[in-house]
C-alpha cells in the first residue's frame, strides 16, 4: 500500500488528494496543515471581509467530506523533509515516512520591511486569521491607510470601506496596477474608489510606522508628511515559502522547480500550487502563478503522476475573474506592462505571465464602465482584459486559449471604431462550428 503525503492543504493540495484517490483506491493520504483552519476558499476572504460572505460558506469540504474521500488530516507543522529516508519531521519531532510527497506549502505575504511594522493594527491579508484580525480591529478603529498594489491591496480597502472605515491608499508609482492594466483600466479604477471616497496618494511611499503603547497610530511618508490610522494593511507582494524545499537539497529558484510532470529534482517528490515554478510554453520560461484555478489544475496533475499516472501538465493561459472597485473584471492571457513598483514580487491572485509585454497591437472598446481591451498577435489573440459586462469572457478564454487563427478579422479589429464586441462573438460562433464538425466522428 502505498502512503502519500501532502504538505499543505489548500487547493494545490485537496485537488491532489482527490487526484490521488481517484487513481488509488488503496493509498493511505496523509493531508498537513499548519493551518487549524484547514481548507478554505482564499478568494472567498475579501468577500467576507465585506460582509457578503459569512465565514462558514469559505468551507466547501467538512470533516467527513475527507473521511469520505479516505483522507487523513493531520494540524502540524513540518521542520525537515529526508528525501533519502523518504520521510518527513514534524514540529513535535515525530517522524512520518512516506511513498510519495507533495510539496503544497504555497506562498506567504511580504512583511513591510519598515520600523514599527511589529506594531499592533499593522496587517496583511494572506490568511483566515487575517481576515479575523482586520475585522475585530475594524470594530476599534476609524481609519486606515493601505499599501501595496495588484488584487489584495484593492480587496483590502474595498473591505475597510465596507466596514465604515475612512481609507488612504498609497501607491508608490503613478496609477494601479500599471504591470497589468493598461491606463485607462487603471483610471476607471481609481475614479471608482474615488467616487467611493477614498483618497489616493500617488508617488507615495511610507519611511516610518509611528505607534503608542505599542499600537499603530499613524505613519510618516519619505516627503514629511503624517497620516493618522488605526490600522495600516501592507500588501506588497507574496514569497513561495520556500524553506522546507530549500533544505531538502530540492532545485529552488524563484520557487520549486518542477518539471512537466510536477516531479521536483528528488524522486518521489512533487510540487504544486504558489510554491512551485512551473515551465510556461507561451513565453518560454519558468513562471510563478498565485491563482487558485491554476493551482487546483497544478495539484490535480500532481496528484495522477503520483499515483503512477504519467500525465504531463501544461501550464495554460493565465485566466482570473476577480472584481477591482467593485467592477468584475476578467483577465486573459499575456497583457504586459513590465514590474510595478508597489509590489516587491507576485501578488495573490496574480500571475507573471500577465506580466509579460507581447508582441501586439491593442483594440479596445471603452463605453462607461464596460471596457473591452484585446491584445493581437500577427494570427492570434494573446490576451484581453474585460471589464464590466462578461459576455465575452467565457469566448475569448476559449479562443486564446486554441490559439485560434483570427486572420479574417484581424483588420477589422484594428479599424478605428470597430465594434469589438460584435467581431468576436460572430467570429467565436463560426469558429465554434467549425471546432464541431471537425471534432465530429467521421462516417465509416
Known sequence: MNVYVIIGSGA?????????????????????????????SRPGLAYVLTGELPERSLFPFSESDFRRLGVQLLHARVVRIDPA?????????????????????????RRASLPGEDLDGVVKLDNLADARRILKLCRRGRRAVVVGGGITALELVEGLLARGMSVAYLLRGDRYWHNV????????????????????????????????????????????????????????GVQPRLELASAAGLHVERGVRVDEFMQTSQP????????AEVFDPLNGRYVLHTLWGQARQEGHAAGLNMAGVSTPYCSGIAFNVTRLAGLTTTLIGALGRGDDVDLVGVARGDSETWRQLPDAIAAENHFEINRLRLLLG????????????QTLSQPLQRLIAANADITPIRQRLLQPGARLG???????????????????????
Open 378 to 389: 500577427e494570427t492570434t489573440l494573446l490576451g484581453a482584459v474585460v471589464m464590466g459586462d
Open 85 to 109: 529516508w523518504h520521510r518527513i519531521t514534524l514540529a513535535d519531532g515525530k517522524t512520518l515516512a512516506y511513498d510519495r510527497l507533495l510539496i503544497a506549502t504555497g506562498a506567504a505575504a
Open 181 to 236: 492594466l493598461d491606463e485607462t483600466e487603471s483610471h476607471i479604477v481609481e475614479h471608482r474608489l474615488t467616487e467611493e471616497g477614498v483618497r489616493l496618494y500617488y508617488r507615495t511611499e511610507i519611511a516610518e510606522i509611528l505607534g503608542s503603547r505599542g499600537h499603530v497610530t499613524a505613519i510618516r511618508t519619505q516627503d514629511g508628511r503624517t497620516l493618522p490610522c488605526d490600522l495600516l494593511a501592507v500588501a506588497v
Open 268 to 275: 518521489d517528490i512533487f510540487a504544486a500550487g504558489d510554491v
Open 12 to 40: 494545490a493540495g485537496v485537488s491532489a488528494a482527490q487526484a490521488i484517490r481517484q487513481q488509488d483506491s488503496a493509498g493511505r493520504i496523509w493531508l498537513l496543515s499548519e493551518e487549524r483552519a484547514g481548507y478554505y
Open 422 to 444: 460584435d467581431l468576436i462573438v460572430s467570429f467565436y460562433e463560426h469558429w465554434m462550428k467549425e471546432y464541431a464538425q471537425s471534432a465530429a466522428p467521421r462516417p465509416t
